[in-house]
């Protein structure tokens, strides 16, 4: 069974700190994804990775950045932790195509 | 451009009744559809998918193309199924990203 897991499942940061959320998959799956999850809005995706070194952005990459150096791990990193990405940040991955996604447990981050 | 709308954020039925979850998309081409859901304190899982044309649960959904929807059914519901009920699409092969809806959050009553 695939197996995401997120570093933290609850941190809380202050404004301006620089913020780092790691996720690791124990699958050797190619792809892998960052998305925060908000009440009303779904999942919307931040970043994804299809490859290790490869990064495209996603549908709100602002504030964020992302590094894959090996397969199995992709961090999230937030430059200068602002009030508004207060929110429930989702990894996961999969295998090639369909994208059946796994995800981890998430990490919920607090900015005050 | 890719985009999925639930739009139901809460739906509420008793034990035993219908249940449909609703699913609209807006994309061109062939789309691949999913469902997903998250129990309480569980992560998120994929519950169906449509190319797989299989029964989860009891859950089933078909892909409607003229109406451009993909709403999820159960002719019974069962107190276990509350939970949050995500649509999601991916634009058929080669695609490098799934796009969510906006999540209905479904409550059975005993």
């Known amino acids: 069974d695939v197996k995401v897991t997120q570093s933290s499942r609850y941190l809380v940061k202050r404004t301006g700190e620089k913020v780092f959320l790691e996720c690791v998959q124990d699958m050797d799956h190619e792809n892998m994804f960052w998305y925060r999850q908000d009440p009303g809005l779904g999942l919307r995706l931040i970043y994804f990775?299809?490859?290790?070194?490869?990064?495209e952005k996603g549908d709100i990459p602002e504030g964020y950045s992302v590094s894959r150096e090996k397969k199995e791990r992709f961090s999230l990193i937030l430059e200068s932790a602002s009030t508004n990405q207060t929110s429930m940040y989702l990894c996961?991955?999969?295998?090639?195509?369909?994208?059946?996604?796994?995800f981890g447990n998430g990490t919920r981050l607090t900015v005050t | 451009a890719q985009r999925v709308t639930q739009p139901e954020k809460l739906l509420s039925v008793f034990k035993g009744a219908p249940v449909e979850l609703k699913c609209n998309y807006s994309?061109?081409?062939?789309?691949?559809l999913f469902w997903y859901v998250q129990y309480s304190r569980q992560r998120l899982q994929l519950l169906l998918r449509h190319i797989s044309r299989e029964s989860i649960k009891g859950f089933t959904a078909d892909l409607n193309k003229g109406e451009t929807s993909f709403h999820l059914k159960k002719p019974f519901a069962q107190e276990e199924d509350s939970a949050m009920y995500y649509c999601?699409?991916?634009?058929?092969?080669?695609?490098?990203?799934?796009?969510f809806g906006q999540g209905t959050r479904l409550t059975i009553n005993p």
């Open positions: 990775s299809y490859d290790v070194k490869m990064k």
């Open positions: 999601a699409l991916s634009g058929g092969q080669g695609a490098q990203k799934l796009v």
């Open positions: 994309y061109s081409g062939s789309p691949e």
């Open positions: 996961a991955s999969s295998l090639g195509q369909p994208l059946s996604l796994h």
